[in-house]
């Protein structure tokens, strides 16, 4: 089974700019960066679109000759759209190009599965039976920080890649998300495990940023993490407007930051 969500920011009319991709075998989300260069939600549609669907990118040499093989077509369209604007439209588009995020999942055997991510969306596999998390993302104070990019004229930095593999089993579910609600997640899962998360969540905490208000609210509550937090979420992806509610339910109790919010996910 496998499906997925993406709704953009509550009551803002900007496009969303995130995208994603859902089979049986792959998963995929990409998070176009609004604040750099122009046409993000394009660029993420775009790197999803044309993301080797079959074939797991396992290393960042893949990486690489893939975004290599596909940017220029993307470039010199919007090169010429930009154009079409004002001269500072042109000059940003050339100072800034197009970015976004992509992490991907493949399921390549049985009980196998391969991802790999670059900047802050993330891939997660939980199991059911032993209530591990696992993610391909550095640590919870890091998504107070610029992340590395995909962008569609400047070379990729090796330090931003990530790859590995998740050994599955009948109850696993892999899932993938971009970065605020990927924060939600990790947050919540880390509250339930405070010996193993003590220093993590401590150094999140002394961040003293919108990300260390939403932990000192979430640790006053009591929940479960498998069933309250993992899903209630998969259930909710069920339609868009369901989504949206209960992500606007989460952003009000002040656990989940505001942005575009994707979730896409399979399990057995």
Same mark, same amino acid.
């Given at each position: 089974?496998?499906?997925?969500?993406?709704?953009?920011? @509550?009551?803002?009319?900007?496009?969303?700019?995130? =995208? /994603? @991709?859902?089979?049986?075998?792959?998963?995929?989300?990409?998070?176009?960066?609004?604040?750099?260069?122009?046409?993000?939600?394009?660029?993420?549609?775009?790197?999803?679109?044309?993301?080797?669907?079959? #074939?797991?990118?396992?290393? /960042?040499?893949?990486?690489?000759?893939?975004?290599?093989?596909?940017?220029?077509?993307?470039? #010199?369209?919007?090169?010429?759209?930009?154009?079409?604007?004002?001269?500072?439209?042109?000059?940003?588009?050339? #100072?800034?190009?197009?970015?976004?995020?992509?992490? =991907? =999942?493949?399921?390549?055997?049985?009980?196998?599965?391969?991802?790999?991510?670059?900047?802050?969306?993330?891939?997660?596999?939980?199991?059911?039976?032993?209530?591990?998390?696992?993610?391909?993302?550095?640590k919870l104070s890091d998504f107070s920080n610029p992340p590395r990019l995909v962008s569609c004229k400047d070379p990729l930095e090796e330090e931003g890649f990530r790859c590995g593999d998740?050994?599955?089993?009948?109850?696993?579910?892999?899932?993938?998300?971009?970065?605020?609600?990927?924060?939600?997640?990790?947050?919540?899962?880390?509250?339930?495990?405070?010996?193993?998360?003590?220093?993590?969540?401590?150094?999140?905490y002394l961040k003293a940023s919108g990300n260390s208000q939403l932990l000192k609210t979430a640790e006053t509550m009591k929940f479960e993490f498998g069933q309250d937090v993992l899903q209630?979420?998969?259930?909710?992806?069920?339609? !868009? !407007?369901?989504?949206?509610?209960?992500?606007?339910?989460? #952003?009000?109790?002040?656990?989940?930051?505001?942005?575009?919010?994707?979730?896409?996910? @399979?399990?057995?």
């Amino acid at each position: 089974m496998n499906r997925g969500v993406s709704i953009a920011k @509550f009551n803002d009319q900007i496009a969303n700019e995130d =995208a /994603f @991709f859902s089979s049986d075998t792959c998963i995929a989300v990409s998070d176009g960066a609004g604040g750099c260069g122009l046409f993000a939600d394009e660029w993420s549609k775009y790197l999803v679109k044309h993301l080797p669907k079959d #074939n797991p990118i396992v290393s /960042f040499k893949e990486l690489d000759e893939w975004v290599d093989g596909i940017w220029e077509p993307f470039y #010199n369209e919007h090169e010429e759209r930009a154009k079409e604007g004002d001269g500072i439209l042109l000059n940003k588009y050339y #100072n800034e190009g197009s970015c976004a995020t992509i992490a =991907a =999942a493949w399921i390549t055997g049985d009980k196998q599965c391969k991802w790999m991510a670059y900047g802050d969306s993330v891939v997660f596999h939980y199991s059911k039976e032993t209530g591990v998390l696992e993610h391909s993302f550095t640590k919870l104070s890091d998504f107070s920080n610029p992340p590395r990019l995909v962008s569609c004229k400047d070379p990729l930095e090796e330090e931003g890649f990530r790859c590995g593999d998740f050994d599955l089993d009948e109850s696993s579910v892999v899932f993938a998300a971009s970065d605020a609600l990927s924060h939600y997640i990790m947050m919540m899962y880390e509250l339930t495990k405070i010996k193993e998360y003590g220093a993590e969540l401590a150094e999140e905490y002394l961040k003293a940023s919108g990300n260390s208000q939403l932990l000192k609210t979430a640790e006053t509550m009591k929940f479960e993490f498998g069933q309250d937090v993992l899903q209630s979420l998969l259930d909710a992806t069920s339609s !868009s !407007s369901r989504f949206e509610l209960y992500l606007k339910e989460l #952003n009000l109790k002040g656990i989940l930051d505001m942005d575009d919010f994707t979730l896409v996910y @399979f399990k057995g």
